[in-house]
Structure formats: C-alpha cells, structure tokens
C-alpha cells in the first residue's frame, strides 16, 4: 500500500468496504467450495468418513469406467444436436418475425411463452405427450400417416431424440436475443445490398447472418454451458433409462455423490466437466475470429 | 429464390409458416390445459381428444354422468337377472353361449373350487357386439350399487365439460400451498438479497477507482465459468457447517402473542431457516447480477458523482440517493429474473432440501409424480398450469422489462 495518496488509500479502503459482502460471499461460496473440490477429487470421500487421499485413482478408475463414458457420449449427443438445432431454429424464427408484417407482438408472444415454463412442469408435460397410448404426439401422427408412432421416453433410440425435440420447444428465449440483434442492423445496409442487386436470401446470407454472428456466437457458448449440464429432463422423465440412454454427465454425477455418495469420485467427474467446457469454449472463441463480426472491428 | 415471387404471396408464406409454428409451439400447452380439465378416466384413455369430455347415457330412463369402458363387450347376448340361487336378483352381462333364454350358465367359486351350474333368469335387454358398458359415475362414495347398462356408441352422448374442480381437488391432493410459500420465501428472500447485495458490490466495482478494481473484478468474472456441479458438493458441506441444512428452530419465540400467532411463528421461521441454502448466498451478491448493474452504473456520466460529492455527501449516499434510483430498471430486471429463476430451479431444492414440508414447487411436483403408484394425471397437470401461471402473468405485466432484460444479457459482446 505504499507509494498511494491518501485519497488512493481512502477510495481503496471504500472501494474495499462496498464490494465486502461479495468478498465474504465468494469465499465461503465460491472460493472454498472450490478448492475444497480439487482436495476431494484426490480423495476417497463418503461424507460419513472423512476424506482419505488417493491420488490420482478417481481419474484412473474414471478412464476406465464405462458409464462415465456413455454418459459423456449421451451429453454430447444431446448438445450436438440441440445446440444446432437451436440456433437454426430460432435464427429462422426470428427472421420470420422481423419481416414488416402485423401481429408480429402476438407471434413473439407465442414462441417466447414456452421458455418461461418451469422445467418440472415443462417434463411432466411432455412426458404425458410423449406417451405412446394416450400422448397427443403420438395421437397425431396416427392421426396423419395412420402409422403408430415410437415408444418415445421408453425405446433406447428415441429417447434422445424426444428430450432434444423439448429442448427446440423452449426456443423462445433465444428468439428475443436474436431479434434484439436484429434490430441493431442499420437499414441503411439492407438497402445498400438491395440496390447492389442483392436478393432477400443473398441479403440474408451476405448481410444480416454476419451482422447477428456475435448474438449467435453468444447463444453458442450458452447452449455448450448449458446442454452439458443438462440434468432435470432425463431425472425427471426417464431416470436415465431406457438402457442409460438418456444418462446423462451431471445425472451420473449427480447419482454418484447423492445416491452412491462417492463424492471424491463425483469431484474428479465435475473437474472433468469443467475441463470439457473450458476446451469446448476455447474452441468456440477459436474459431469465432473466423466467423464472428464484431462492428468497427472490436 | 423468395426474389422473384411477388411480394403478396412472400407475405403470404410468412404467414403461413408462422401461424403453423405457433400452432405447434401451442399444441403442447392447451393440451395441457385440456387434461388439467378431463376427468381422470379421460386422462388414460386412449382415445385422442383435446377437450375434456363427460359421457351422458340414459339407463332406465334417467341420464347418467357415465364411465365408458375402454373396450366394448366381444359377443352378441343379454343383461339377465338372475331369478333365483346364491346370485338371485343380480343383474348381468351374458353372452348368447351362457343364456339359453330361460337359463343363465354360471360359474362360481364354493370354497376353493369352481362351480359350474344353471340357474333361472329373465333377459332385460338384447345388446350386441361391439357395444360398450357404461357405468354411472359418482363423485364421492356412493350408498348400493352403480346403475350401469351397455348401449352402442351411438347412444352415448359427449359433452364438453371443463371441470374445473379439478383445480380445487389438485390443490387439496398435492400439498400446493406448502410448496408455494416455500418457493415465495425461497424466491423474494432472494431476490430482495440479490438485488441489495449485488448493487452494492457493483457500485464499488464501477463508480469508485481504485486499484486491483479490474483485477478483482475479473477474478470474480472467470469463476462464472466454472460449472455449478463442481461447487455443489463442498456447498453441501459449508451449508451443514454453517447450520443450515436440516430441521431450523428459530432462535427466540414471542410467547406473549398467544399461541394462533406461535405457531404461525415458529412454523414461519423454521421454513426461512431450513431453506436457507436457497436464499442466504444470494444476499452476498451474485457475480452475473454484480457483472449486468456495473454494466448499467458505468453508464452513468461521472459528472453527477463529483457534483454531489463537492455538495458533500458520502460515497453511502451518493449510492443511495442518487445512483439508486437512476439504476432502477436494471435492478427491477435483476430483481424479475432472479424471482422466475427461484421458481423454476430444480436441482439446487433437490439436492439442500431432504425435509418434504420444505419442498419448493418444482421438487414438490417431481416428488408427487415420482412416487408409486397410479399418478391422478389430471390433478398434477392441473398443478403445472398453476406453477406456470404465476410466470406467465408475470411476463405479461412486466414484457418490457423481459425483452429488455433478456437483450441486456444476451448481448454482452
């Protein structure tokens, strides 16, 4: 603290004084938890007992189990197609709702209600849809081809798809980001690629995806965060069955520290996750400076 | 490819495409709304319908609320009753190959073994195969037997009917007011904590300099990277440390109120104690919150501090009386999200609260769907729509404030 004024000091000591609550908040919550996390991964831990070091044989044991890595796998499934799928769909949506038409507001309404749903209801809902006797899904397919339509949450192969099908439906939070990104994008553009001779899709290609790659590349990195930490869905709606299809990388471990109570082993699993997601944004900021537009270059 | 089509009809497809996704993103939702209203055969019957249906049939001249079977009776034969034996007086179904006209074949059980013999018994009524049984359908308990008969389809009549008692009966069903006042004190408690805490600490991160400022700032910032499943463990074990977890006893109970308000106490207490977990770590300010209100106070020209500075209030009062109140519609953003995400949250309830009367909404559902036995579809879908409302009503009262929120953090470049 040497070499400050006294003016320094006192505005460090205020400063100090109004970001004290975080301080202690971050270190009781955030700091400790988290350290503490590192120690237990290296430790055998069953709340019961206290912790026994072990060095690195989690992750040994972790390499070698199988379910760690069907899990895994049925994550990034999940977030491979979901978070395409999501941006696709709401990108789409929200050019839609920017064409100068009426009852844009309703419209907006009706594709952003259902991200406001909780995901306790939003499961128990689609669970009664996707029931292959009495489910409304499957009551229109019959209705429209005739044909019977999967077992949905109970058939090993459809399961996935099912859970990613729900996800598109809470699209609508998306939507308003991307609508808000397209609000930004000067008319003037548009119109000067219009007189350049450029048509709707070639102003949509050329122009207006490039001016909205910095919301999409938001949305990216919240849709890696977010579906690799998918939990409540398959907890809820299929336990992680059929056939741990739907087992997915929190619920295992999940499972492993609140029903097997292994929570050195489930430690080392969250420090692996928080691993994935590190490289998985890492990746998405590398390749975003090929793709990203950031106006007066930024 | 859009180009050369005329304007109208590009207008026309966008309409088209619009009012088709909107019918799907809908669907699931009124069908929702529709079983919350069905009464409960009509939620596991297999035939496809949006609106609640009651079926009426007229059994011996009088018409009846009914239960249709789901399947309808195999062979041609009569209602009979029985004139005489251990069944005499019972009215039945028999197939043309059990009654003879006169004589109705029956079996029954004499101790252990199964008797077959022939008794005396009149025909009440011809029915045909194909038709179905329709039993009278009685609410609560009924004194005697169910009037029931079997008519073909046609004779069954579907009304609409919404019954809304549904919505009553689900709220007696599953404990739902216990689980609402747990998710409100989970849900303001927190979002009063978060929004106090998180100006304060973003007030001496954007509106004083001074140095390690950024630094700091961005330390708190990297640790939004790391995965909740990471923390949640160590959490279990601060918040046992810290007495939070398990059953909370408040600390002093005001005895000279009488005993209506002592309890209403010490239940009230227990319940912001043992949801602490919930609630308490809000009050030290969330980085993301702390990250959105610095974002908003940075915008505001310096100048007004210095002014009010010279005019010699405090860095206390500055923040209160001037930066507050011109932070006002960042602080009702943070206060609105953190409000529908405390209604929302799963996992968090699910893994600090064991104790079902402090069951939050969403655990609280999940627990009355998971649990053995038949589920009352009905009812637990009439407890969704209720769970939705709220938020639903809340959106529509504050919509400015949402696409205003969910711009201010959605784009964070």
Redesign the interface.
């Known amino acids: 603290m040497s070499g400050m004024t006294g003016m320094e000091k006192r505005n460090m000591m205020k400063g100090l004084l109004f970001i004290s609550p975080y301080i202690v908040g971050f270190s009781l919550f955030t700091a400790y938890p988290i350290l503490i996390s590192v120690y237990y991964s290296f430790c055998d831990y069953s709340v019961l007992e206290p912790p026994v070091w072990i060095g690195l044989d989690n992750y040994k044991v972790l390499m070698q189990d199988g379910i760690f890595w069907k899990s895994l796998w049925n994550t990034f499934i999940f977030a491979a197609f979901s978070i395409p799928m999501g941006i696709i769909a709401a990108v789409m949506l929200a050019l839609l709702l920017h064409t100068k038409i009426k009852l844009t507001s309703f419209f907006r309404t009706v594709f952003f209600l259902p991200s406001l749903v909780p995901i306790v209801a939003m499961s128990i809902m689609w669970m009664r849809i996707f029931n292959p006797e009495v489910g409304i899904l499957n009551g229109i397919i019959h209705f429209l081809t005739g044909l019977e339509g999967p077992n949905w949450l109970g058939d090993e192969s459809w399961a996935k798809p099912a859970l990613i099908m729900m996800t598109l439906w809470g699209v609508g939070n998306a939507i308003v980001t991307y609508l808000a990104g397209l609000q930004e994008i000067p008319e003037s553009l548009i119109e000067a690629a219009q007189l350049d001779g450029a048509n709707a899709f070639q102003r949509t290609i050329h122009v207006t995806l490039p001016m909205l790659s910095p919301v999409i590349y938001f949305n990216f990195i919240m849709g890696i965060i977010g579906s690799l930490q998918v939990f409540a869905q398959s907890y809820i709606m299929t336990g992680g069955g059929p056939a741990r299809s739907t087992l997915f990388y929190t619920y295992y471990l999940y499972q492993k520290a609140f029903e097997d109570y292994q929570m050195g082993y489930a430690s080392a699993m969250a420090w692996i996750l928080f691993a994935v997601i590190l490289v998985l944004t890492v990746w998405a900021q590398h390749i975003s400076k090929k793709y990203v537009y950031y106006r007066g270059g930024a | 490819?859009?180009?050369r089509s005329s304007p109208q009809a590009?207008?026309f497809l966008?309409?088209f495409?619009?009012v088709l996704?909107?019918i799907a993103?809908?669907?699931?939702?009124l069908?929702?709304l529709g079983?919350s209203l069905k009464p409960l055969e009509q939620?596991?019957?297999?035939q496809?319908s949006?609106l609640p249906r009651i079926a009426y049939v007229d059994i011996d001249g009088q018409v009846h609320k009914v239960r249709v079977d789901d399947e309808p009776i195999p062979a041609d034969g009569s209602i009979v009753e029985i004139l005489d034996g251990p069944k005499k007086g019972e009215k039945m179904y028999l197939p043309k190959s059990e009654f003879d006209g006169t004589y109705a074949m029956l079996e029954m059980q004499v101790a252990d073994r199964i008797m077959r013999d022939t008794f005396p018994a009149k025909a009440l009524k011809e029915v045909h195969a194909g038709w179905y049984r329709v039993v009278e359908k009685v609410d609560q308990y009924k004194e005697g037997a169910r009037a029931w008969t079997i008519v073909p389809q046609g004779d069954i009549e579907q009304r609409v009917e919404f019954q809304w008692s549904n919505y009553a009966e689900a709220t007696k069903f599953i404990p739902f007011k216990n689980y609402v006042a747990n998710t409100l004190i989970m849900a303001i408690l927190g979002m009063i904590g978060t929004v106090l805490?998180s100006s304060?600490?973003a007030?001496?991160?954007s509106r004083?300099?001074?140095?390690?400022?950024d630094q700091?700032f961005l330390v708190?910032l990297a640790?939004m990277?790391?995965?909740?499943?990471?923390?949640?463990?160590?959490?279990y074990?601060?918040f046992k440390q810290l007495g939070m977890i398990g059953t909370f006893q408040p600390l002093w109970v005001p005895t000279f109120l009488g005993t209506g308000f002592e309890s209403f106490y010490r239940d009230f207490f227990s319940k912001i104690g043992s949801l602490q977990p919930l609630w308490l770590?809000c009050?030290?300010?969330s980085a993301f919150n702390?990250f959105l209100l610095r974002q908003f106070f940075m915008t505001i020209p310096k100048d007004i501090s210095e002014a009010a500075r010279i005019d010699g209030c405090n860095?206390f009062q500055i923040?209160a009386t001037i930066i507050l109140p011109l932070a006002r519609p960042a602080m009702v953003v943070v206060a609105l999200f953190h409000f529908?995400w405390a209604?929302?949250e799963?996992?968090l309830p699910?893994?600090y609260l064991s104790n079902a009367d402090f069951f939050t909404?969403?655990?609280g559902?999940?627990a009355y769907?998971?649990r053995a036995g038949g589920i009352e579809?009905h009812f637990?879908?009439a407890a969704?729509v209720l769970?939705?409302l709220p938020?639903?009503a809340l959106?529509f009262a504050a919509?400015k404030t949402?696409?205003q929120g969910?711009?201010m953090s959605?784009?964070?470049?």
């Open positions: 490819m859009i180009s590009n207008r966008v309409y495409l619009l996704i909107s993103f809908l669907t699931p939702m069908w929702m079983t939620t596991t019957s297999k496809f949006f805490s304060v600490v007030y001496g991160f004083i300099d001074w140095r390690g400022r700091i708190a640790t990277m790391i995965p909740f499943p990471v923390t949640m463990i160590p959490l074990g601060v770590p009050w030290f300010g702390i860095e923040f529908i209604w929302n799963f996992l699910l893994i909404l969403s655990i559902l999940q769907q998971s579809w637990l879908m969704c769970t939705i938020i639903i959106f919509q949402f696409v969910i711009a959605g784009m964070k470049e």
